[in-house]
């Protein structure tokens, strides 16, 4: 099983500036298999980028991914009220097994 | 737009069974994978299972694996999930998933608690 570990636990930033969260892999992860979710309190998770870089529908272009191997990013530039959030990292397909890293909190400073 | 509800969650004793229903409304389920993810009081996000278009592929998380069956009826728009043998760990928010490039469309959750 690929075990995703995020980083940091909590992130305490202001509104304005730009987020940087990691997810590391134990073990390789394919580009197409690498996703990213945002959670705010009392609501469903929203699928934010697949594919490592690819945004979803409706995402503003302030999200982006990048990464390879076993070490992805996402980064949110312009940090909005509305972004704060808890952020997991997915990984999928591989072997028909899925995965979630334990969540970025992405706080108000 | 894509809407999925899910039902069937509620207070179970251990060792008791619960089948959670999930119908999709806006679209058809019938080409796509569906999966079902948990979340735990205060945790992480938990993928559980999954059963591709046609039924024919099906995978488990090793902590329900022997436990938990997926199924799908496409006629109907739904997925399925029968709970056996639950236990204090499976207490948590079910979302049945839809998986287009990732899980793009997610339920609200049905509540599950396991306790005696």
């Known amino acids: 099983e690929i075990v995703l570990t995020q980083s940091p636990g909590t992130l305490s930033l202001s509104p304005g500036d730009t987020a940087t969260l990691s997810c590391r892999a134990s073990?390789?992860?394919?580009?197409?298999?690498l996703a990213w979710y945002q959670q705010k309190p009392g609501q469903a998770p929203r699928l934010l980028i697949y594919?490592?870089?690819s945004r979803a529908t409706g995402i503003p272009d302030r999200f982006s991914g990048s990464g390879s191997g076993t070490d992805f990013t996402l980064t949110i530039r312009r940090l909005e009220p509305e972004d704060f959030a808890v952020y997991y990292c997915?990984?999928?397909?591989?072997?028909?097994?899925?995965?979630f890293g334990q969540g970025t909190n992405l706080e108000i400073k | 737009e894509v809407q999925l509800v899910e039902s069937g969650g509620g207070l179970v004793q251990p060792g008791r069974s619960l089948r959670l229903s999930c119908v999709a409304s806006?679209?058809?389920?019938?080409?796509?994978?569906m999966h079902w993810v948990r979340q735990g009081p205060g945790k992480a996000l938990e993928w559980v299972s999954n059963?591709?278009?046609?039924?024919?592929?099906?995978a488990y998380a090793d902590s329900v694996k022997g436990r938990f069956t997926i199924s799908r009826d496409n006629a109907k728009n739904s997925l399925y999930l029968q709970m056996n043998s639950l236990r204090a760990e499976d207490t948590a928010l079910y979302y049945c998933?839809?998986?287009?490039?990732?899980?793009?469309?997610w339920g609200q959750g049905t509540l599950v608690t396991v306790s005696s």
């Open positions: 998933v839809k998986e287009i490039n990732g899980f793009a469309h």
């Open positions: 806006g679209s058809t389920l019938d080409d796509y994978a």
């Open positions: 059963i591709s278009w046609s039924g024919g592929n099906i």
């Open positions: 073990q390789s992860v394919s580009r197409s298999y």
């Open positions: 594919g490592t870089s």
């Open positions: 997915q990984q999928y397909g591989t072997s028909l097994q899925y995965t």
